[in-house]
């Protein structure tokens, strides 16, 4: 019986299914498949796997160096795998793994690998493990002597910062010098610090206009706004305004917030070269200020309270004050109090407006401290502030020669507040011709309790300041009397008095000091002490 070719083909067929369907069944049950011919799966080469990273296929990538690390352990694709793994590349980010195979690299000396796990350990929490510096360090240490210019640089940080010990600038130094002359763009900026500072090594302006420029023309934002500001300004090199601008705008344009508000604000006021732009000045205000810039946001609300190049809006330059105060911009608050003080731009609201004026002076302003003298001497704050805290306002304002000021303080010692004493005491002990008026309110006020005019007495009589004679025993007595109150100046200045006193001297300074204690205990009739010898 012959068989057509149809029917030999469907044997063929049927045999071959089932020689299938039973290899199958027995891999499912836990069996052996039978050997095949075929060999494992090449490894992939290293320039394949950059192609892949080249055109962003990074699950190739990932893929890829997990075999190359596993199975052939080059430190390269060790290095590269751990960074995969950390930055989460083609898959998810595995901080303790990318950790492990950096260590798997650094056993293999790879500088990259020492490096990043470095940096790892510096970053602690941030890249998701424990801030561990000396282990950072060593590691550093160990590819900055291999030439690795990334792990010279960190290593001078840490050596510049005393994050490893007491700051060793020479080392700091030194590492730095290493990488920058390897182009490390970073290190070039801070050497350029270095040497404008003198730290560790001997003050060089040229070079440290030297390494900024190398920087800044290498694309150092940082640097290039630098090396504006000292174009600008002519500090340790000739003035070249233009120059200057073509920096900041460099810097402006790599996204440098400072230098954006800097560009900004010149072609809000305009200068040598550039003329007022409010377009301009709005744009790079504007990214400043997006960038977080308390001081774009100052600028801002300036140009649009003016009106002169920006629109003229008080509620937005209202806005853009108070968004610069919650930044903690003292002379934002200042502005911003004076606009609720008058109704400028958003309601009155004196009470606010006093609360701004006092948190700027907290934070160094004087010219809140001006205002607030003026609305003291006004007689504005009555009920709202308790003229013992005006007094230092006052004080001031009346150093800036502000009418009233000297009038008010003097009201105010005359009914025995001895903060306006002391404070007009000072003022007038420092004038020719009244120096015998001062001290006499400075010492009223010193033997009421006023630690500041203690303070000062026994400053003037270890001097032989405001007409006195040097005499240490005053000095010693009124600077144990400030000490006795917790005043820690004033005991290191009673301390280095009494070096140059004899023991007699300073037993009769102690004796002084506790007749001034006592007086100050005694009924009000009976607190006059001597303190003329």
């Not at 492990?100 to 796990?117: E, F, G, R």
């Not at 306002?393 to 507040?417: N, P, T």
């Not at 120096?435 to 400075?442: F, T």
């Amino acid at each position: 019986m012959t068989f057509s070719t149809r029917a030999i083909l469907l044997v063929g067929i049927l045999l071959h299914a089932g020689a299938v369907a039973a290899q199958d069944t027995s891999a499912a049950a836990g069996e052996t498949p039978p050997a095949t011919t075929g060999q494992a799966d090449p490894l992939p080469e290293m320039a394949e796997i950059e192609q892949a990273w080249r055109r962003g296929d990074f699950t190739t990538v990932r893929a890829g160096l997990k075999r190359l690390a596993e199975e052939a352990g080059t430190p390269l694709a060790q290095y590269r795998y751990g960074r995969v793994l950390f930055e989460g590349r083609g898959g998810p980010r595995d901080v303790e793994g990318a950790m492990a195979w950096l260590q798997k690299a650094v056993d293999q000396n790879q500088a990259d690998a020492a490096t990043l796990l470095a940096r790892i350990l510096l970053s602690g929490e941030s890249a998701g493990t424990t801030r561990d510096v000396p282990r950072a360090a060593a590691l550093l240490q160990r590819a900055a002597t291999r030439g690795d210019a990334e792990a010279q640089y960190y290593l001078g940080l840490l050596l510049r910062t005393g994050q490893t010990g007491a700051p060793d600038p020479e080392g700091a130094f030194n590492w730095l010098l290493a990488a920058a002359e390897q182009d490390h763009l970073d290190a070039a900026y801070q050497l350029s610090q270095m040497y404008a500072r003198g730290e560790g090594t001997a003050a060089d302006t040229a070079q440290a206009l030297a390494w900024l420029t190398k920087a800044a023309e290498a694309g150092h934002m940082d640097a290039q706004y630098d090396l504006a500001n000292a174009l600008a300004s002519g500090q340790e090199v000739g003035q070249d305004l233009p120059a200057a601008l073509g920096w900041y705008r460099r810097a402006a344009e790599a996204g440098q917030p400072l230098a954006q508000r800097s560009l900004g604000t010149y072609y809000m006021t305009g200068a040598e070269g550039i003329e007022p732009d409010g377009d301009e000045a709005l744009r790079w205000l504007n990214l400043a200020a997006q960038a977080g810039d308390p001081g774009a946001m100052h600028n801002l609300g300036i140009g649009h309270l003016e009106g002169t190049v920006l629109a003229q809006d008080d509620a937005l330059a209202a806005q853009w004050f108070a968004r610069a105060a919650e930044e903690g911009l003292a002379r934002s608050m200042t502005q911003l109090a004076g606009l609720k003080e008058t109704g400028r731009g958003t309601e009155v609201d004196m009470a606010g407006a006093v609360t701004l004026y006092r948190t700027a002076v907290e934070r160094g302003d004087p010219g809140a401290a001006l205002r607030l003298a003026r609305l003291t001497i006004e007689g504005r704050l009555d009920g709202m502030v308790a003229p013992q805290s005006a007094v230092p306002w006052v004080h001031y304002a009346m150093s800036q020669g502000e009418a009233g000021a000297e009038d008010w303080l003097q009201a105010r010692a005359d009914e025995g507040m001895r903060a306006a004493q002391a404070a007009l005491g000072l003022e007038l002990a420092g004038r020719e011709g009244q120096q015998a008026e001062g001290v006499a309110l400075l010492t009223k006020a010193a033997e009421a309790g006023e630690i500041v005019a203690q303070l000062a007495l026994g400053e003037a009589w270890a001097r032989g300041e405001y007409g006195l004679t040097q005499d240490y025993v005053q000095a010693h007595a009124w600077l144990n009397m400030a000490a006795a109150s917790g005043h820690a100046a004033a005991a290191e200045r009673r301390d280095v008095v009494a070096q140059l006193m004899t023991p007699e001297q300073i037993a009769e300074a102690q004796a002084m000091t506790r007749r001034l204690f006592a007086a100050q205990t005694a009924p009000k009739a009976d607190q006059t002490v001597r303190t003329d010898r």
